[in-house]
């Protein structure tokens, strides 16, 4: 998407609500499933520790390992994709989630980044995340997603 | 101004959904390199910017010394939760309902 040999994306998001609120809401799968397309985040969040993103019906389409971890602040995740063969062999990318107060929000910026130009991961990454940050500012702001997909 | 306003502010533009447009082609750029395919100052291209960011519909970080430049689309995605997707759901339920009638299953 970028120039040079690596592909990227930053997307931020201000949402009014605490970092320790916010933090618990990207580390738990019983939120994360609430507004992530039912995808539960699982890892035991310590540095190291592994990482994974798993559907409902039990498929595991995202794997990988904490690089980084500084709760409420900061994390870094090496995110391999598993699921589709073409993005698979692209080899893993790093997403960055910091988390910094601003007055009575909470900036959120999400960096996900891989080391080859033109990647089909980072493309088909960055059309997932617009929506997730819309309903996770949503659920955090008002207790619910603005529009459930029913 | 609230956020809604920087945002339909920062839209009402011209020059400015162009520059949107040059960082969704191509995302992460300079303002050297915006300024290269614009039929604009770069003071102008550095104002516009400014606007863009303010509503953050452009997000700057810093690799090494270079300032970068990325599209952010997430309070796009706000306007169309708050402004198009309602009006979708009639047309989404009616489609649902169609399926529902031709597959011949009343619960579906």
């Known amino acids: ?150 | 101004m609230s956020d809604a306003d920087l945002l339909f502010k920062a839209l009402a533009d011209r020059g400015r959904r162009k520059l949107m447009d040059r960082l969704h082609a191509n995302d992460g750029q300079t303002l050297g390199q915006l300024c290269r395919h614009l039929d604009m100052t770069r003071q102008g291209v550095t104002q516009h910017l400014a606007v863009l960011e303010a509503a953050n519909l452009v997000v700057v970080t810093w690799r090494g010394r270079e300032k970068l430049h990325f599209l952010n689309p997430v309070p796009l995605q706000e306007i169309y939760d708050r402004w198009i997707r309602k009006f979708e759901r009639p047309r989404l339920a009616a489609l649902r309902d169609l399926k529902r009638r031709l597959e011949g299953d009343p619960k579906g």
Not at chain 1, 72 to 98: D, N, S
Not at chain 1, 135 to 144: A, F, I, P, R, V
């Open chain 1, 1 to 150: 998407m970028n120039a040079g040999n690596r592909s990227s994306f930053v997307y931020v998001i201000f949402i009014r609500t605490t970092p320790e609120a916010l933090w618990q809401a990207l580390t738990e799968p019983e939120f994360t499933r609430k507004y992530w397309f039912g995808v539960s985040v699982e890892s035991g969040w310590e540095k190291g520790s592994a990482w994974k993103l798993a559907y409902p019906d039990g498929r595991v389409t995202d794997t990988g390992e904490i690089l980084e971890i500084d709760p409420p602040r900061r994390m870094v995740i090496r995110w391999q994709h598993e699921w589709m063969p073409e993005l698979k062999a692209e080899g893993p990318a790093r997403c960055t989630i910091e988390l910094e107060p601003v007055g009575r929000a909470v900036k959120l910026t999400i960096t996900h980044e891989i080391d080859r130009p033109d990647s089909g991961l980072i493309k088909a990454v960055s059309g997932g995340w617009p929506r997730i940050l819309s309903n996770l500012k949503s659920l955090l702001e008002t207790g619910e997603i603005t529009l459930p997909d029913k």
